[in-house]
């Protein structure tokens, strides 16, 4: 997968790209990632990537014209399917499903803003615009650095094991269930006695039902959309009632 970042920090992706899994994924050719600097396609001396609001306001605006240029460069380079992303507050809650989606694509361009946002003009280029959260950033090179990092961990091969991501919180719609390594003990707290039997069948459906309580006591919301047999929906229904009367504890499954 090729991933185009436009922004005028590029030099801040570079250690995060370089380092564990996302690293490895580039040097085994899995991913590739290019870093472009905004300015490259800005004009004048000073190579201008922002200008003041229309209207008045406080706050620069980014320029549509540097913008439109590097789309067009990039998609010159590199013919064929490409998706367009904006990072911006406004934009649709990334989550594991979208993770999931734009690890298919084969070519992703993704445009960071700074200072008060984008022209609004700038919107007509990209076909989805994505929100990392309800909060206000000072600009989009964290959003793309999370959405890197969660979209190349999927890409096929770049994990060691490749159940990983299909066993964790979120893509079966659930938390994930409580993990352990080695001690068996620890400060007088075990291991529960079921990961230790060897019997593969009773440890899957004590993680089920693991992650169940846990995603009822800590995120019911997800409820709503998981895939569950009636039975299943009944024991989750009765944990989060039980969490609603006190009776778990954050963090407790
Ligand atoms: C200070 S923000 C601009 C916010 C804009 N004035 C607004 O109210 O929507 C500057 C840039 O940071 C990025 N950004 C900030 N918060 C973000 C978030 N929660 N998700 C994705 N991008 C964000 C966007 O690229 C945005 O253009």
């Known amino acids: ?3 185009d970042v436009v922004s005028i920090f590029p030099e801040v992706f570079r250690p995060v790209l370089a380092s ?3 690293g490895i994924a580039q040097e085994r ?7 472009h600097d905004l300015r490259d396609w800005a004009e004048g001396v000073h190579r201008q990537t922002d200008d003041y609001a229309y209207g008045g306001g406080p706050g620069m605006v980014m320029k549509p014209e540097p913008f439109f240029r590097a789309l067009r460069d990039l998609k010159a380079d590199a013919p064929g399917e490409c998706t367009v992303v904006l990072m911006t507050p406004q934009g649709r809650r990334f989550d594991q499903r979208a993770a999931e989606d734009l690890a298919s694509r084969e070519h992703l361009v993704i445009l960071c803003g700074r200072y008060e946002g984008f022209d609004e003009r700038i919107r007509s280029l990209a076909d989805l615009q994505l929100s990392i959260g309800d909060y206000v950033l000072t600009g989009g ?7 890197i990092d969660a ?21 079966w719609g659930l938390l994930e269930y409580p993990q352990y390594t080695r001690p068996a003990v620890w400060e007088g707290m075990s291991v529960p006695d079921v990961l230790l039997s060897g019997d593969h069948a009773r440890i899957a459906a004590w993680r089920r039902r693991e992650a169940l309580a846990r995603t009822a006591a800590l995120r019911p919301d997800l409820l709503d959309d998981a895939d569950l047999t009636p039975e299943e929906r009944e024991f989750a229904s009765g944990t ?14």
């Open 20 to 22: 564990s899994m996302l």
């Open 141 to 147: 090179e964290l959003p793309a650095m999370v959405v």
């Open 1 to 3: 997968m090729r991933i």
């Open 240 to 253: 989060a009632q039980e969490k609603e009367a006190g009776r778990l504890d954050e963090g407790e499954s």
């Open 151 to 171: 979209v190349g961990r999927l890409i096929p091969g770049v994990l060691g094991h490749e159940g990983s991501a299909a066993e964790e919180s979120f893509s």
């Open 29 to 35: 050719g899995l991913l590739d990632v290019r870093l």
